[in-house]
């Protein structure tokens, strides 16, 4: 079991024995639990790979040993006894390897994969015997691209959810799309899908569009796909140029007659950058027209620019296919190239590149130049040579940081390596650690017991605290005014590989019994910025009755005031709400500020206990007499309550403080606003002819006698 991997009792010990047959464990499958004496489990991993064996996680009916070490995992021993499968010690698995011969049935299963890769290639010779030529000529991966569905490495299910997509495509067309299917895609006109690069998702594409009868069309990111290119140069009305000109007397290559329908492949949707503006949103509102299938293919589903693609798509995602799915194609390309590699080489390379089968055949294509041949040294070197560099999650990190064979005595990682897995994710595997490291069973402390052991673990979590502690003073000191980055290396061993090395062990990760937890700092620091925001509109409002500053308020008053407004409400219910809201008037505070003084509570008054102190009842009689009452506001914004008031021309500009009126000024406003109308009356207005004084019935029924006579 993973979770008792802390290192050998005694290292070097034992001699791994020489095997005449380098293969002498091939076709054969191993698991491996519990602590070796002599080897460690990633030694031992490695000598069962070297010799052509393949070792798996979990035990199972086709598991041909198990070796089993001290302090075995339960769930392998219930496993091997359930499945009646035999078991090895750390001798007996040297031993086998001494003396076990390879398995006739592995290399008559190779030569017959050989003899049928052979055949293939010679009836593609016969059809046209140009083709052998073209071939070689070409790159690996797109001569050995996979021509059958039997043939695509992992994904088999997806594949052929893809397929009955694009099979039921004329089906779905006539419903309107409103038959979800078995699968329920046939309401979707695209399907968008998403994984890792060199898994197959294009090949796949093309295959099944291929084997639907379909004309696939595809535009990747070499192909300008900007807004009034997708509109223009896409035809949605179900129609292909190879279709109109040559009808069905031509077939494609993958031998299926070309029709008049077309398939659009719309390759790495998650490159469309600014060269492809407005793109996507094309894209989506083609999709929602289109009367051909729309296939999207892309590498990462979460990427921000493909959300309005989510809406209008069926998502397909496809997974590293394993080494095992893969092995059988790359031997038996291999073979056909007269290579000789063992499986165990071959899953080397897969694992070093990540299952990217591109890139394994173009290892493989590579080498092909220089030699026939690759031992599984040369595989571990190429591998380690064309590795590729992935990130990985805070939870990865912090599983193998805290996992116990990061810091065993056997492990292989330097200081560097360690620093590495920091800089996965610089901002979030501190707080991972900080929020993980006592909950693993430290390596350090198995071999004690009773209250040394105890005292031992306290010490170790003391010396893991201070070095978090050390790591806050640096990462201070990296994002402060000064901002040091230069010290991120320092803040990556003291915030988390000094604390790690203390606290290694059973983990999460490793069959430990406490599970791994997201960093709860992240969800109280935005609580206590959302709080403090609120407590600064607390005291704003408050300032017109009290002289308190942020903290005052919240170390003195709150509590002084929780008595007079939480406290009546909690013990005589609905009819103390009237007080309460009289006292709130007092301080003008309003019903969210009262949320606000119950939520910073603490102890006996925690907002938890004090929502569940106060009835239903009295709540909704709470809100609803405060919000059918008017309260005073503490201070208020003209244009909140209408219009702003116009400044009057008359009074000039302002004057200045210095020419401000004293007190004692007289001041004969009465005589100035009757100079003022006098002024302003239109009588004085040499512009406006004011007619000579008539009664005002006169004046209203001559002014109807000219309107009536004009018109």
Known sequence: MKAARAGPSNPGSKEIPVPKDPNCLAGLSFVFTGELSSLSRDEAVELAKRYGGRVVGQPSSKTSYVVVGADAGPSKLRAIEKNKLRTLDEDGFLNL?????????????????????KQAAKQATTANPTAKVSAE????????????LKEICGNKGQVEKLQDWLSSWSSSLKSGFKKPGKNGMNIYRAVMITGPPG?????????????????????????????????????????????????????????????DKSCLIMDEVDGMSAGDRGGVGALCALIKKTKIPIICIANDRGAQKLKPLLNVTFNLSYKRPEAAAIRS????????????????????????AQSDIRQVLNMLSTWKLSSSTMDFDEGKTLAKMNEKYSVMTPFGVTNKMLGPQMFSPTSRETLGDKIELYFHDPSFVPLFIQENYLKTQPSRIRNTDGPEKILKHLELMSKAADSISDGDIVDSLIHGPNQYWSLMPLHAVCSTVRPASFLYGMGAGYGGPNAMSFPQWLGQNSKQSKLSRQLTDVQARMRLKVSGDKGEIRQSYIPALFPHIVQPLMDQGTSAVDDVIEVMDEYFLTREDWDTIVELGVGDRADTIVTKSITTATKTAFTKKYNSRDHPVAFHKAENLGKAPKKLASLGPAPDLEEAFDVDDEVV???????????????????????????????????????????
């Open 97 to 117: 390897i001494a003396t076990q011969k390879e398995q006739e049935a592995i290399r008559e299963s190779a030569k017959e994969m050989e003899r049928r890769e």
């Open 137 to 148: 000529n070409q790159l690996w991966t797109a001569r050995y691209a996979p021509q059958t």
């Open 199 to 259: 898994i197959g998702k294009t090949t796949s594409a093309h295959l099944c569009a291929k084997l639907a009868g379909f004309t696939p069309i595809e535009l990747n990111a070499s192909d300008a796909r900007s807004k009034k290119l997708v509109e223009n140069s896409t035809n949605i009305m179900n129609t292909s140029l190879d279709g109109w000109m040559h009808g069905g007397n031509k077939t494609n290559a993958a031998g299926v007659t070309i029709t």
């Open 329 to 352: 194609r790359i031997l038996s390309i291999a073979f056909k190239e007269k290579m000789k590699i063992p499986a165990n080489v071959i899953d080397q390379l897969v694992l070093g």
């Open 669 to 711: 406003e009465e005589a100035e606003e009757k100079e003022d109308d006098s002024d302003d009356s239109p009588e004085h207005d040499s512009l406006i002819k004011v007619p000579k004084g008539k009664g005002k019935g006169k004046a209203a029924a001559g002014a109807r006698g000219k309107g009536a006579k004009r018109s």
